[in-house]
């Protein structure tokens, strides 16, 4: 009785080969998957993972309204008014998402008012950081982009969530060129506009954010005694102004 | 004739992929915002499926590319069907994986990642239809004892 060898089937091992590839290829795109997801993440703080809130918001309150630094309409509006806020403050957060876009509309997107942001740094190092990186948009006129998306993506007080990876998203979504602003904001020209609003803070006795002066544009300017959430009483003011 | 057509396609694809590539990972390091007529590429490349662990998806991108031609103009015969069709079967995966963020949880397109999915898409029907094709051509057969 003779014993013969059967060869192996060519076209049988490369299917396994196939099929083995093709399990490989789901292990490795399913690890891929899994790492991106964002969930298991423990090394950022959560305000630098979560997705950019606001982009689209912005970006419909602003489009079309000039800007030049830290200012925000025509230069010919015949009102302005300068507001002294905390990027960290919660209350400013609230004027800009809820108060601050109905009088954008209505007065300086018609060429009647016109904003100036001025930064108060008295919360903490995130405030001073969060300041500097305005200034450093505020040179590429995009600061009240910044700015607007900054509260939009506000954390938590002193948590020290303001880091390069979280400016870096919010210059992202307002269009500003990182890596010129970036530059700019390690200068010291870019503490400026911190030591003008302190100094502006102390001459109309602000002692709480967000503050607002107003008067004709060119001044002089007065202090607004406001409920932040009331949008008629500044309309009320900023009418006293323009009759 | 035809693994030839099939090859010189997947060569002329993930050259395209390259490109588009290495334009999202330009515009990253740039700090500038991607041409963009959807309006939602800057929604997507903010959202937290826009990086892993720090590094841009666009990067892995980039060098999952390279890596296709890489291995389609260095690797011969079998290593090179095998291990180009696996890594356009990743990136088809993973791209289809980020659509489907974009389409369902983000909301927003960016077009320029659409495009590369796209890319991937045909690049994994071409490197695995030349990996079917070839029908093991090549392969060493056993002597009969």
């Not at chain 1, 809130?53 to 300068?82: C, F, H, R, W, Y």
């Not at chain 1, 803070?201 to 406001?226: M, R, W």
């Amino acid at each position: 009785m003779s014993t013969a060898y059967t060869p192996p089937n060519p076209n049988k091992r490369r299917n396994v080969m196939i099929a083995g590839l093709i399990a490989v290829v789901v292990v490795i795109a399913a690890i891929l998957i899994l790492v991106s997801s964002g969930d298991n993440s423990t090394t950022s703080a959560p305000a630098t993972n979560a997705p950019l809130k606001g982009v689209k918001e912005t970006k419909a309150m602003l489009d079309g309204i000039p800007q030049q630094g830290n200012t925000l309409g025509k230069k010919s509006a015949p009102v302005t008014m300068i507001e002294y806020a905390d990027y960290q403050c919660p209350f400013c957060r609230d004027y800009a998402l809820n108060t601050m876009p109905v009088l954008i509309n209505d007065y300086v997107r018609t060429g009647k008012l016109r904003m100036e942001f001025n930064p108060l740094t008295f919360i903490g190092p995130d405030s001073e950081t969060a300041a500097r990186a305005g200034a450093a948009a505020g040179q590429q006129n995009l600061e009240w982009n910044y700015t607007h998306l900054f509260y939009f993506n506000q954390g938590t007080e002193r948590s020290g969530y303001v880091t390069d990876a979280f400016i870096n998203k919010l210059y992202a979504g307002a269009g500003v060129n990182a890596s010129k602003a970036n530059a700019y904001r390690a200068t010291p020209a870019a503490a400026v506009p911190i030591a003008e609003a302190t100094a502006g803070a102390q001459k109309y006795g602000i002692d709480s954010t967000p503050s607002f002066v107003v008067g004709p544009t060119g001044g002089p300017y007065t202090k607004l005694e406001v409920e932040i959430s009331n949008a008629d009483a500044f309309k009320s003011a900023f009418d006293a102004l323009l009759k | 004739m035809l693994d030839r057509r099939l090859y010189r396609t997947a060569i002329a694809l993930t050259v395209v992929g390259i490109a588009v590539a290495g334009y999202l990972v330009y515009v990253h390091y740039a700090g500038i915002q991607p041409a963009c007529s959807t309006g939602g590429c800057e929604t997507v490349q903010t959202s937290e499926w826009a990086d892993v662990y720090g590094v841009p998806v666009a990067l892995i991108g980039l060098i999952g590319y390279l890596s296709i031609l890489a291995s389609l103009l260095a690797l011969r015969g079998d290593a090179q069907l095998f291990i180009s069709a696996a890594l356009s079967l990743v990136g088809f995966l993973y791209s289809g994986y980020l659509t489907y963020q974009e389409l369902f949880t983000i909301k927003a397109i960016c077009q320029w990642c659409v495009g590369s999915a796209v890319i991937l898409t045909l690049l994994a029907i071409v490197t695995l239809w030349r990996l079917l094709a070839s029908g093991g051509a090549g392969e060493e057969t056993a002597d009969v004892g």
